[in-house]
């Protein structure tokens, strides 16, 4: 059996011979960025196949967070879940906004909304949860208490690419949701990143922030950023788009071949979103438990010395690190699911080049370690 490196994701990458005629088309208009022709279309075609309104491409999703809270004038402070990628919470530092941190459910991994509604204070201003590994958030019941407190919601999807529930693309949800576009994501465009608006004056005003806060050759009204998305990532982005249900389907196949042989095991779980098919793939966490041979770090580590290269997605939390552990929000008896969560969690690897026999090589080592200690 081949010992070459698995490693936890790798990008969608379709032939080069593809791309070509794409950058051929850029080298004839000599337009780079500032919402050129690939730009444009590509906006209007990830709105019809996602089923929103309108997208308002960046050049990453960082970007695109920071800017969402800049275009709905998101002060004070806004509660947020510590289970997450710190870009999450970095958006709030940056714009100078007091993260305020909230437990997580122990099915979804997302924001539980009765500690939503006992973390809100005078100063709170918005709540941004996280569609963690693309399994949404109970939406209904985040809206009813921004509704009752009058508060902004920000989606961070950035997992979420392609998550829909019966009403529709889990992207209408809030006042704002931000997509990822990096290399990992499920689709990417080497990096970049979008914000989803619900109506053309929204829009407006994220491409005027997105773009230094210019309306024309003289006129500034906002002091915005430089968010653009290239034309060569916008060109990236449309070929994706080509391949993208096909690349779903082998991340289900993946996802359900990992269910199947490892569903019994015990002291391993596996997240309810991924048995109930609610999620995109985008990741493929289980949870270690004191019932399983080796501890969660030990296992990470027999992988990762046999090439098999898994991640803790995600420990630490946020919360754990140095510019937000001083938070009283942060303390660990405050966020004790997350904690727990995040001590047993491990991302195995997942994508839609992953071989049957490369992910045979994961599920083996797995079981063996069971094996070697059951003879």
Known sequence: MSNDPIYVTQPLLPDLEEFL???EQIWASKQLTNGGNM???LEQQLADYLGVEHVALFNSGTIALLTALQALRITGEVIT???SFVATTHSLLWNGIRPVF??????SFNLDPEKIEAAITP????IMPVHCYGNPCQVQAIQRIADNYNLKVIYDAAHSFGVRDAGGSILRHGDLSVLSFHATKVFNTFEGGAIICPDAKTKKRIDQLKNFGFVDEVTVVANGINGKMSEINAAFGLLQLKHIDQALAQRQHIAQRYNQQLKDIKGISIPAGLLEQTTNNSYYPILIDSNYPISRDALYQRLRDN?????????????????YRGLVSAQPENL???????????CLPIYPALTEDEQDRVIS??????????S
Do not use: G, W
């Open 102 to 107: 909230a437990d997580i459910d122990p099915h």
């Open 365 to 374: 080592l797995i079981k063996d370690v069971l094996n070697a200690c059951n």
């Open 123 to 126: 100063h709170t201003t918005a």
């Open 307 to 323: 090439s098999i290269y898994s991640r803790r997605y995600f420990y630490p939390l946020i919360s754990q690190f140095p510019m």
């Open 81 to 83: 879940t510590p289970y």
């Open 39 to 41: 730009h444009r279309q």
């Open 21 to 23: 005629p794409y950058l």
């Open 336 to 346: 004790a699911t997350a904690t727990e969560i995040a001590e047993k969690v491990l």
